[in-house]
């Protein structure tokens, strides 16, 4: 009887162990199952599994990415020492290699056991459970090792119970990388999020910088659009660009905006006075909320004007190694609340500097058109004064002319006719010289007239037959409908001159000139035939291009480029045709309804 109730007694004691297993079995698999936090996730592990195995303490091995090396987090009384093994290295790394389960009553007899952290820490090491963790691909992750259970040695039941708590703390301490790394992306995800946001928007201010810039027509405006622009998308309320001046060395306002815009724009600043002439000569950007506690400041400067800015934000307009001038933006405003205290930050003052590198390119870019136009100017006037002197040659010729039968006429009638024909060679000449400084000022215009077309070719065979004298040359006249046309009277009689004597010049034995007009729909047809040896061929593909000529003597190869441009001006068309058989025939069309007298 006595024996069966200590038998009964055990059992109950069995049962009541096992109830305890369970339970914190139970009590480890929900904390598993809630714990993200990786390293409180093993320190829990550890606890557990020390308390359910009833060893004295326990350690927890993780494998690295690179599966080379195996670290630990160890309970060793009061403190916690951290291990470092190589996989195949001591007990652990053997499991971790072979993959099998190690169960030692006692560590020292075992070779693979190292003693050296026994030694270390005045730790005795006896018995030694120690398995492989697998995760849920059976790869294995780490090992799980408990050390020196209270009674005796590990037995099979510790064994499965082992097991149970590693698979659960592999898919435990899995599921938690997984976590931390889903968080580490949505992280890096808000993040790239965010720049490519603020990208975009860059984007979008450099987009609209470059659409003011291709709006505006001269550097002004151009620096006008781009200040209106930057102060809108910085939130300033005033601002100005200023650029240093080659010659004298200081800052010119090119524009300026806000209150006191006006004024600002009527002075120049030394280089290096205030915070713009400073930010201009040292090439570094200027950040300053309190500008009157700044001694960059030109307090003298701003009360002349009348300005007491709060805030200040100015960036160097740089272009390689050369500093053109600065940006300057004043009294930052809140475009939600209107908020006029919180001044200038670091973002504003990235964004002021990705505006002021694109000004930079434009300002540079304004420069090199203008300097661009200017020498194309030149080059053009100095052919259009090769072209009057070409073409100078005519009415002077045709005013000795007239001059000598002026002189040698005793008719009093006859004189005053030529004294009128000399007025309008005179006009001519004077209608040149003022196209060349028309031209220099940036003016191109034409003197469209009311003409007679009839009179008017007349006039010019006389002169051409008075030009022409001596050299064989037989000039016929056909003028048919319209008489009445619009178009630059003194042009259009530099064109006939030109092409009457290219063709003279070609026919150097002698020859036919006609002159021909007729009306062909809303057109006026002008064609002029010779029946000269024709254009070489090699000429004819470049006939109009400046400085042409086929060797003739006296020639400039001027005659027909100028022929060209004058028909371009009228919005006409030139077409040559010619052929040694045939000769040259130069057809010119120029638009009857487009223009009117006095248009």
Request: net charge negative; glycine share 8%; with cysteine.
């Amino acid at each position: 009887m006595f024996t069966e109730d200590i038998s009964k007694q055990e059992l109950k004691t069995q049962l009541s162990a096992e109830k305890k297993k369970l339970a914190l079995v139970k009590e480890v698999g929900r904390a598993l199952s809630s714990a993200m936090d990786l390293d409180s996730l093993l320190t829990l592990i550890m606890e557990n599994i020390t308390q359910l195995m009833e060893a004295d303490r326990s350690t927890l091995y993780l494998r690295t990415d690179d599966g080379e090396t195996l670290w630990s987090r160890m309970a060793q009384g009061d403190g916690h020492i951290e291990i470092e093994l190589k996989v195949g290295e001591g007990l652990a790394g053997w499991v971790v290699s072979s993959g099998e389960l190690v169960n030692i009553p006692d560590a020292y007899t075992d070779d693979r056991f190292q003693p050296a952290i026994d030694q270390q820490t005045g730790y005795k090491t006896t018995s030694i459970l120690c398995l492989p963790m697998r995760n849920h691909g059976r790869d294995i992750i780490g090992a799980v090792q408990v050390l020196n259970k209270k009674g005796g040695p590990f037995e099979k039941e510790d064994e499965s119970l082992l097991e149970a708590l590693a698979g659960q703390a592999a898919i435990a301490i899995e599921n938690t990388k997984l976590y931390q790394s889903v968080v580490a992306k949505n992280a890096a995800l808000n993040i790239t999020q965010i720049e490519l946001k603020q990208r975009g928007f860059e984007l979008n201010v450099l987009y609209d910088i470059e659409r003011e810039m291709n709006g505006a027509h001269d550097l002004d405006e151009l620096l006008e659009r781009i200040l209106k622009r930057a102060i809108k998308i910085v939130g300033a309320t005033a601002g100005s660009i200023a650029l240093r001046s080659k010659r004298l060395g200081d800052l010119r306002f090119h524009t300026t905006a806000g209150d006191h815009g006006d004024q600002v724009r009527r002075h120049r600043i030394p280089l290096g006075k205030g915070i713009i002439g400073w930010v201009a000569a040292q090439g570094e950007a200027a950040l300053v909320n309190l500008p009157e506690g700044d001694d960059r400041h030109a307090t003298d400067f701003a009360n002349l004007i009348g300005v007491q800015p709060r805030h200040i934000l100015c960036c160097p307009l740089i272009l390689g190694q050369e500093v053109l001038g600065a940006i300057e933006l004043m009294d930052k405003i809140d475009p939600v609340t209107k908020d006029t205290t919180k001044g200038f930050d670091e973002d504003d003052l990235k964004l002021l500097q990705l505006i002021a590198g694109q000004t930079s390119r434009a300002v540079q870019l304004a420069r090199a058109n203008i300097e661009r136009e200017n020498e194309n100017r030149l080059a053009t006037i100095g052919q259009m004064m090769a072209g009057v002197l070409h073409d100078l040659k005519t009415p002077m010729t045709i005013v000795q002319w007239y001059g000598d039968m002026m002189a040698e006429s005793q008719d009093e009638h006859e004189r005053q006719k030529f004294t009128k024909l000399i007025k309008r060679q005179f006009e001519l000449m004077d209608g040149m010289t003022r196209e060349v400084l028309a031209f220099a000022r940036g003016e191109s215009r034409l003197l469209i007239r009311k003409v007679h077309i009839s009179r008017f070719l007349k006039e010019i065979v006389d002169q051409l037959e008075h030009e022409l004298a001596g050299q064989n040359i037989n000039i016929h006249l056909e003028v048919n409908k319209p008489d009445v046309v619009y178009f630059d009277e003194n042009k259009i009689m530099r064109l006939i001159h030109n092409l009457a004597r290219n063709a003279a010049q070609a026919m150097q034995d002698g020859g036919n000139v006609t002159i021909a007009s007729s009306q062909d729909k809303d057109l006026l047809r002008l064609e002029f035939k010779d029946d000269g040896p024709g254009i070489p061929t090699e000429l004819q593909g470049r006939l109009f291009d400046p400085f042409t000529t086929a060797g003739k003597k006296g020639g400039t190869g001027l005659g027909l480029a100028i022929v060209k441009k004058i028909v371009e001006e009228h919005q006409g068309e030139i077409v040559c045709t010619s052929s040694p058989e045939n000769g040259t025939v130069f057809e010119v069309t120029l638009p009857l309804n487009i223009y009117k007298a006095g248009q």
